[in-house]
């Protein structure tokens, strides 16, 4: 049987502000988007520590045996200085003081965001579209909130409609924002626009001469606006209506605010049933961010190099120290909290290590089976990552207590500790062991590669040219190359 069926889900929804008890719209199936990085500049901790939030969900969720289809965009084109409709897109401004091309800033930045995070050991999404890949869908989903009254046209822009949309629909349920609040709070000048009011938001911009990234559309030679893309590519691969869309804080307002409205406008139905925001990483009390330069990169927690570190960290103690923190909960970054971070992980990594070899009795003194079902009651609990923590901490003392012979565990109970603390350090928390050393690895790595060697040979020896060869050709693929000499076969890494 699926485990979600023995487990009791809930999360909190950021549209109603309470946990609720989870039920996907088809038994056995996620639908979960996840508003991606705008690709203009390397990834700071801090879009980090949101993208480590979700794959925490994400694991999560396939730990219980859901399938999951996981679609995170790559916005490369749309997205506008300030998160406003008007300005130069970020990309093509990075492009044009770069002087290359604008896609040759969103390659390397897109490469940039997966290396980090296959550093920090998230899964790849299922689907990762790309707004510039998708301007086909975008034009025909404006052509339809045209068509429903929801928009309108003016000099080559296309815009919504918002006091329109407002009227038999509510504009600002996400964000518990009203119309009046908003209209108390634009600085924007009517007279400085072609909007009809400050709160419409662009579908889609005439693009000014100097604006590079351009396509045709019925309107003008333009571009779609940024919150169009996530609405269009949410529709396209999980449907009009789907399960749980995320993304960090900052994006409720305008930007999710909008995708709620441009999917009533378009469908006629709410696209989305759980609405889930990660809080922010800050450092110095203030939130990390490209712009102000108050962040920090991941390379540097790598090195150590940043003034406000002592010492470099792992991948794994950086995504420990953050998973110590609810995911809705403020996290201030620092080095002390790290130093304490990097123990705590080692000290899991120990008594983890050291569970194999406990010795056995005929009874237990502790109940393992309770203490697992605490772990997933933490889960359960809207993701709860630090009382998760905490509980396997009370493992990691038993561990102790056994091994210095205090305690007691029976053999069907060390097994049971085994696979839980496995399934919750490693697959749930998306944690690795980076305490084996690289000359463990190494030694692993040529012990593996010498036993293919030899069974390459054994292969050639029966004229079995299509195994020796297949070992070659795969072993080649992952950079190890086998040399045939004289004194045998030696191999090299590339690289
Ligand atoms: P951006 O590339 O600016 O669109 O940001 C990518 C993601 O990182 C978005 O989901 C943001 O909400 C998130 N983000 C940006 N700054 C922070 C921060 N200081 N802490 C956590 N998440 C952040
Ligand atoms: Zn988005």
Redesign the pocket.
């Known amino acids: 049987m699926a485990l979600y069926k023995e487990q009791s889900l809930k999360l909190y929804n950021s549209i109603s502000g309470e946990k609720e008890i989870f039920k996907p719209i088809n038994e056995g199936h996620i639908g979960m988007y996840v508003?991606?990085?705008?690709v203009y500049s390397n990834?700071?901790l801090?879009?980090c520590?949101?993208?480590i939030s979700f794959d925490l969900i994400f694991r999560y969720l396939k730990h219980l045996g859901y399938k999951v289809r996981y679609v995170r965009n790559i916005?490369d084109a749309g997205?506008l200085e300030n998160d406003a409709d008007s300005g130069e897109d970020r990309i093509a401004k990075k492009a044009r003081l770069e002087q290359i091309e604008p896609m040759e800033v969103v390659q390397r930045y897109t490469v940039d965001f997966h290396n980090t995070l296959q550093k920090f050991n998230n899964l790849p999404p299922s689907i990762e579209p790309t707004a510039t890949g998708h301007i086909v869908e975008q034009i025909e989903t404006i052509k339809t909130i045209l068509e429903k009254g929801f928009a309108y046209e003016v000099n080559g822009s296309v815009y919504f409609d918002v006091f329109k949309f407002n009227k038999d629909h509510n504009y600002g349920k996400l964000s518990g924002r009203t119309i009046e609040d908003m209209i108390a709070n634009t600085r924007e000048l009517a007279a400085q626009s072609d909007k009809k009011n400050p709160q419409d938001f662009a579908l889609w911009k005439k693009a000014e001469p100097q604006h590079i990234m351009r396509w045709p559309s019925p309107w003008s030679d333009g571009f779609p606006g940024w919150h169009l893309e996530c609405t269009v590519m949410s529709t396209k691969y999980l449907g009009e209506q789907f399960d749980i869309h995320g993304?960090?804080?900052?994006?409720k307002f305008p930007h999710h605010e909008c995708e709620i409205a441009q999917g009533e406008a378009s469908t006629g139905k709410n696209p989305v049933n759980y609405w889930l925001h990660?809080?922010?990483?800050?450092l110095n009390g203030q939130?990390?961010?490209?712009s102000t330069g108050n962040?920090i990169l991941p390379n540097e927690i790598f090195t150590g190099e940043n003034d406000n570190l002592s010492k470099g960290f792992s991948p794994s103690v950086a995504r420990f120290f953050m998973l110590q923190a609810n995911y809705r909960s403020i996290l201030d970054f620092s080095n002390t909290a790290l130093l304490a971070s990097e123990k705590g992980f080692n000290r899991l990594m120990d008594a983890y290590r050291n569970t194999a070899a406990l010795p056995v009795s005929s009874t237990s003194t502790f109940s393992v089976s309770e203490w697992k079902q605490r772990c997933y009651d933490a889960m359960n609990d809207d993701f709860n990552s630090p009382i998760l923590i905490a509980t396997l901490f009370e493992a990691v003392k038993f561990i102790v207590g056994v091994k210095e012979g205090n305690e007691q565990i029976t053999l069907e109970d060390k097994e049971l500790l085994q696979t839980t603390l496995n399934d919750f350090i490693f697959d749930v928390l998306g944690l690795l062991d980076t305490t084996v050393t690289n000359q463990d690895n190494s030694d692993k790595l040529s012990g593996t590669v010498e036993l293919l060697i030899k069974l390459r040979a054994e292969a050639r020896n029966n004229k079995d040219f299509a195994t020796s060869d297949q070992i070659r050709d795969q072993l080649m693929a992952v950079g190890i190359q086998l040399k045939d000499g004289k004194e045998g076969t030696v191999f090299t890494l590339e690289g």
């Open positions: 508003c991606g990085p705008t990834v700071h801090g879009n520590r949101t993208f916005t997205h993304g960090g804080m900052d994006l990660a809080n922010m990483l800050t939130k990390m961010a490209k962040n």
